[in-house]
């Protein structure tokens, strides 16, 4: 199994797949689950020539399930290490939901200061910050994520049952296409991780501001959002994303819930893959 330590001595898993001279693209997962959840992405973008790359989180999938770091500084800091370990350079990154606070905290504070980074994707990405807040009026009460927090202690299983089956791919709409073995997928990537990790990624991924962090973004980016995105509401989010970044292009697709990469894959592929190619 192909890990890399980070300074702080956590093991983190990654898959590195594809010619060690072609671009490279670096994929990172969404809250709580893993690389796996990139595979319609991953074989795409390999089949079209490029070396594709993603890691587990700390705490994810198979990456070590310590009780430290759960914090969008130590994520940014391990992709920071898979990168450099891997040597990727002249790289798309390309983050989903947490992975776009990832993404966006990597590529500045890492990525364009070290000149790996080509371009980035942010899709259903939570920065600049999911909470309500004096700068964010626009974002979500604290109490939404207090009931996250409660789900997750008093049944994780259920919960992330439920979280798959229902808002996460639109599953809950009426007349919906709802695919079991998707929700199987999701329940079985995040069952994989730790219960803490997950718990204290809830605050990552809710109370971080990161404008700062888009505003150093200076390379391309494109944003993606559906605007039938019932996890990370796209009004504040895609859309104040593509007016914080320095160079953005944004595009939210009609009625698309937070799990398109997944249900929607051959769309979403086929506009990043222009994008890249731009």
């Known amino acids: ?37 990139w595979d319609a ?6 089949s079209k020539g490029y070396r594709v790359a ?5 705490g994810h999938g198979r990456s070590a399930q310590v009780d430290f770091g759960h914090d969008m ?13 891997l040597d990727l350079r002249n790289a798309i990154h390309i ?12 590529v500045a504070r890492y ?16 920065p600049p910050i999911m909470l309500k807040t004096d700068r964010y009026p626009g974002g979500l009460p604290i109490e939404v994520f207090d009931g996250l927090r409660a ?35 999701w329940w079985r990537q995040g069952m994989m991780g730790s219960a803490l990790a997950h718990y204290e990624g809830i605050k990552a991924f809710s109370e971080t501001d990161q404008t700062d962090d888009l505003k150093a973004i200076t390379v391309p980016a494109l944003v993606l959002h559906g605007d039938d995105d019932q996890v990370v509401p796209y009004k504040n989010a895609g ?3 593509a007016e914080i970044l320095p160079a953005a292009t944004l595009k939210i697709y009609a009625g698309f819930s937070h799990g398109m990469l997944t249900v929607n894959a051959d769309v979403l592929n086929a506009d990043i893959l222009a994008f890249i190619q731009g």
Request: overall charge negative; cysteine-free; proline content about 6%.
């Open 1 to 37: 199994m192909a890990t890399v330590t980070t300074q702080d001595g956590v093991e983190i898993f990654y898959k590195d797949w594809g010619p060690r001279d072609a671009q490279p693209i670096m994929f990172h997962h969404g809250w709580p689950l893993s690389s796996d959840d």
């Open 41 to 46: 992405q991953m074989l795409f973008f390999l």
């Open 54 to 58: 993603a890691h587990d989180r700390r």
């Open 73 to 85: 500084d130590h994520y940014a800091a391990d992709a920071a290490a898979v990168a450099q370990h």
């Open 95 to 106: 983050g989903h939901s947490t992975g776009g606070g990832e993404v966006a905290a990597y």
């Open 111 to 126: 990525g364009i200061p070290q000149g790996r980074v080509a371009r980035a994707v942010l899709v259903s990405a939570v």
């Open 151 to 185: 789900g997750l202690a008093a049944n994780r299983s259920q919960f992330f049952r439920d979280v798959a089956a229902g808002p996460f791919y639109g599953f809950n709409r009426p007349g919906a296409d709802v695919k079991p073995a998707v929700i199987d997928n």
């Open 239 to 241: 859309v104040l994303q």
